[in-house]
């Protein structure tokens, strides 16, 4: 009797060990996924002197390949289209009527936000953050059937600067490689690349470690990168690459996520246009977000 009272005892001492551990491993977990932008903050508050900075995103902003809207279109017609259109054609269907007046239009929000004018290909690298010979980095060589080398396009200082900005191919028209990019994403913003939406949709298609920021008078994205592990020094240095006053932010409209700290939005611009990203962030990120955006309208997942 007494030995089985011994081996009870050591079974209960068992389970509750185990207990113990989970409900310790369970709040290792719950305060690992308990996050805070103090350090983005602290970061990036210099370059917004005037404004009042209420959230900075952790991780890198997403556009799906796909927007619900359009999901059933694309994948009846899709296949059969994609293949049959030139490049030029698509500026009948997304409502650009003159190409070369949409390049022109296109570049006045890309000014606004990148802050050049009329620079050419290396200052505007240097610029962005780039490297100098980014802009100059040569196409890969031509195959060996070929009978001459290709030879670059001509371009304004203006369109080498932007051509450079988003590392566009030199032996390309813009227009046409402009076109791509937005057959491509036809799905996720309004189709139109001389937009809100559009200019927003260039710098997403760009540029990697792109998180958004709020601030009392606008929304940005920003060129930062992601956390370096704790105890690893901290070297990022922020840059905007976007930015919009607050004001011309419509709606935005924010689903809980159908998966795992995956939070698509969408934002709806008042030039009519707009764009559905997926941030794949933590809860608290997201709660900061929608906390920061709460004066805006739109629909908000349910707590």
Do not use: C
């Not at 390949?65 to 009948?92: C, I, K, M, N, Y």
């Not at 060996?144 to 371009?155: D, G, K, V």
């Amino acid at each position: 009797m007494t030995g089985a009272r011994g081996r009870l005892g050591r079974l209960t001492d068992a389970v509750l060990g185990g207990a113990r551990a989970a409900r310790d491993k369970a709040r290792e977990l719950r305060d690992e996924f308990r996050t805070s932008d103090e350090p983005e903050r602290a970061l990036v508050a210099p370059l917004v002197p005037d404004q009042e900075l209420r959230y900075v995103g952790l991780a890198p902003v997403r556009t799906p390949e796909t927007h619900r809207a359009g999901s059933q279109l694309a994948d009846r017609v899709g296949a059969e289209v994609a293949e049959a259109l030139d490049p030029r054609a698509l500026f009948g269907l997304l409502n650009i009527v003159n190409p070369v007046a949409w390049v022109e239009a296109v570049l006045a929000p890309v000014r606004i936000a990148a802050g050049f004018l009329l620079l050419p290909g290396k200052a505007a690298a240097v610029a962005a953050g780039l490297p100098e010979s980014a802009g100059d980095r040569p196409e890969r060589p031509a195959p060996p059937q070929a009978a001459e080398p290709r030879e670059p396009l001509p371009l304004t200082p203006e369109q080498e600067a932007f051509r450079t900005l988003f590392r566009l191919s030199r032996y390309r028209p813009l227009a046409d490689q402009l076109a791509e990019i937005a057959y491509r994403r036809r799905y996720v913003f309004s189709g139109d690349l001389a937009t809100l939406a559009g200019s927003l949709l260039l710098f997403l298609e760009r540029y990697t470690g792109t998180p958004l920021a709020v601030t009392d008078t606008h929304l940005l994205l920003l060129r930062m990168g992601r956390r370096p592990d704790e105890g690893r020094p901290d070297r990022r240095r922020p840059q905007v690459l976007w930015s919009v006053e607050r004001h011309r932010i419509a709606r935005i409209d924010s689903e809980g996520g159908a998966r795992l700290m995956q939070f698509p939005s969408t934002i709806v611009f008042d030039d009519g246009s707009w764009i559905r990203i997926v941030n794949p962030a933590t809860r608290d990120d997201q709660s900061r977000f929608l906390a920061a955006v709460h004066d805006i309208p739109g629909e908000r997942p349910t707590p």
